[in-house]
């Protein structure tokens, strides 16, 4: 009985006439390749856009760099909406002053907060 159970189990598979789906890694690489979705592109990352503070400040501290009678590398610039301040020191009141008036001369400056402190030989 078991013999007949087993050929008849071999029949009844024999009879489907369907082949097994291969295994992805027996077919050949061409194949493969065609039957595998395309690979998805690199979304285009927008560039980042500049800090409009960073660039006024950037500006001021290229102007106060062109000026001969500023001691440019005792000032830092910070900017923020049009205010920009001035931080560090100056060898004078006159030379502090007029940091302040080149700063307030670049463009896109509101005004000028000058924190500059009066240190002699700075």
Known sequence: ?????????????????????????SQPPAQAAQSAPPPLEPKTAEAPRPDPDKELA???????????????????????????????????AAESKRAAGVAAKVEGVKSVANKLAIVKGS
């Open 1 to 25: 009985m078991k013999t007949i159970l087993a050929a008849l189990a071999v029949l009844g598979l024999a009879a489907c006439g369907e082949e097994a789906p291969k295994p992805v890694a």
């Open 58 to 92: 950037g500006r001021v501290k290229r102007a106060l760099e062109g000026e001969p009678k500023v001691q440019a590398a005792a000032i830092d610039v910070t900017a923020a909406d049009g205010v920009v301040t001035l931080w560090g020191t100056a060898a004078t």
